[in-house]
């Protein structure tokens, strides 16, 4: 696709509840990378892939946190038993090659109540 | 261990007149450098990158940044301010020759150019 596609666009969560945000790289983009944006902060490190191998998960903040990208394309970010510090928006980004800028999708705001 | 600084939360240019934003770094070896841009209610855009050679790049917009290895800084310049740069800009850094990927991003610069 022309951009990088994230959905849903706004998820509302209940504590305790098991979510998952699905994000849709550029085509050809080899590398995906997930972060996590608190209000007011830049957006933080959660995990890396290359094509379907996960290189890096050091920023998934617990073992609640889960990220895969089976076939090297589509990735889906998975949080099990939501809490409240969990609430951000989640931002996808994919490039072309590791030293490339990033193409970030629009992200998914989680708000967990 | 990797981090970045932009020590302006807030620039405020008027009109027509050169702006800077500035950023500093710390990583262990040497580093690649980006500056995206985040417009109301957009994602982050891509404006340039550093990743060796000349210190100055140009990217998109008619923004440029200097790579400067001593002072450990990237600071984001361009000649002639429009309203319409006005926007969240963030500085990242990723360390040169690792396959992690992870960048490091600041807190962001909210720049405003006033009419």
């Known amino acids: 696709g022309a951009g990088v596609s994230q959905s849903p666009r706004y998820k509302v969560a209940k504590r305790g509840q098991d979510v998952a945000l699905r994000c849709d790289p550029i085509?050809?983009?080899?590398?995906l990378f997930w972060y996590q944006q608190a209000l007011g902060q830049g957006p933080e490190f959660l995990t890396y892939?290359?094509?379907?191998?996960?290189?890096?998960k050091s920023g998934l903040p617990s073992d609640r946190f889960f990220a895969e990208r089976p076939e090297g394309s589509v990735s889906t970010l998975k949080i099990q038993r939501t809490q409240q510090e969990d609430s951000a928006v989640y931002l996808c980004?994919?490039?072309?090659?590791?030293?490339?800028?990033?193409?970030f999708g629009s992200g998914t705001r989680l708000t967990v109540v | 261990a990797q981090s970045v600084a932009q020590p302006e939360d807030q620039v405020n240019v008027a009109e027509g007149n050169p702006l800077t934003v500035k950023c500093t770094y710390s990583?262990?070896?040497?580093?690649?450098l980006f500056w995206y841009v985040q417009y109301p209610n957009r994602g982050l855009q891509f404006l340039l990158k550093?990743?060796?050679?000349?210190?100055l790049v140009k990217g998109s917009y008619g923004f440029e940044a200097e790579f400067n290895k001593s002072q450990t800084s990237f600071h984001l310049k361009k000649p002639s301010a429009l309203v319409s740069d006005s926007a969240l800009y963030f500085c990242?850094?990723?360390?040169?020759?690792?396959?992690?990927?992870?960048?490091?991003f600041g807190d962001g610069t909210t720049l405003t150019v006033k009419p």
């Open positions: 980004a994919s490039s072309l090659v590791i030293d490339g800028g990033y193409t």
């Open positions: 085509s050809g983009h080899v590398s």
């Open positions: 892939f290359q094509n379907e191998a996960q290189l890096d």
């Open positions: 990583v262990s070896g040497n580093p690649y």
């Open positions: 550093y990743i060796t050679g000349d210190n």
């Open positions: 990242a850094v990723r360390e040169y020759n690792t396959n992690a990927g992870k960048s490091t």
